[in-house]
Each structure stands twice: as structure tokens, then as C-alpha cells.
Nanobody
Framework: VQLQASGGGLVQAGGSLRLSCAAS????????IGWFRQAPGKGREGVAC????????YYTDFAKDRFTISRDNAKNTVYLQMDSLKPEDTALYYC?????????????????????WGQGTQVTVSS
């Protein structure tokens, strides 16, 4: 299993970025992709997730109304559209995969269910 995250960059507050997570090395649709982030000096936190087969999504409170997670079936790629970015969104963003849709529920993300992690992509939001 391989996950390739991309799309980070430097953007001004109020701007937008779209992160991509290209997944390969498996064929089942019974999995979840989660986006996580880690800011300097802080712990890792969940951002949003998508349980592919179930079509279930979850957004952490700070991501609601600003971020949208989606999937391109043909490309086996999950996107995180981030709008109205704030300086506090500055962090290294990771995508990760959990088997069988675990890790992504209607009410929460469970980080320890994610067993494959991609490299991070840096998002920097200037004020």
C-alpha cells in the first residue's frame, strides 16, 4: 500500500488549497482515508475522513464548513479541498488509510485504526 500526498503550499489567509492523496497497492473499496495534520510543537490531529464503500464522511469541528473531502474513483485519489484558510491551519498534512472503513465514523475519527501513512505535505497560511 502506498499513499502519495501532494498539493500543499503557501497561501494567504482566506485562500484555498486542494490536497490530493493518491492511493495504490490494493484493490478493495473497503477502506477509509483520513487526513491528519501536525503543527510545529503540537500533536497530530484528525481533520477529515472518508469511508469509501460506505460513503461516510466526518469532519473535525474546525474543518466543518471550510473543508471538503471527496474521492475520484477513476484515479483512486482522495482530495481535501480547503477554503477560507486561516494562519492556524498551518501544519504538515498527512493522509492515511484504514482497513474496512474503520477509523472513519459519522461522529469521530479514530487515528489508531489507520495503518498506512503517506508522507506529509506542508500547508502554510500567511496572515
Amino acid at each position: 500500500v502506498q499513499l502519495q500526498a501532494s498539493g500543499g503550499g503557501l497561501v494567504q489567509a482566506g485562500g484555498s488549497l486542494r490536497l490530493s492523496c493518491a492511493a495504490s497497492g490494493f484493490e478493495s473499496d473497503y477502506y477509509a482515508i483520513g487526513w491528519f495534520r501536525q503543527a510545529p510543537g503540537k500533536g497530530r490531529e484528525g481533520v477529515a475522513c472518508l469511508a469509501v464503500k460506505a460513503g461516510r464522511t466526518y469532519y473535525t469541528d474546525f474543518a466543518k464548513d471550510r473543508f471538503t473531502i471527496s474521492r475520484d474513483n477513476a484515479k483512486n485519489t482522495v482530495y481535501l479541498q480547503m477554503d477560507s484558510l486561516k494562519p492556524e491551519d498551518t501544519a504538515l498534512y498527512y493522509c492515511a488509510r484504514a482497513d474496512s472503513g474503520y477509523g472513519c465514523y459519522s461522529s469521530k475519527m479514530v487515528s489508531y485504526d489507520y495503518d498506512y501513512w503517506g508522507q506529509g505535505t506542508q500547508v502554510t497560511v500567511s496572515s
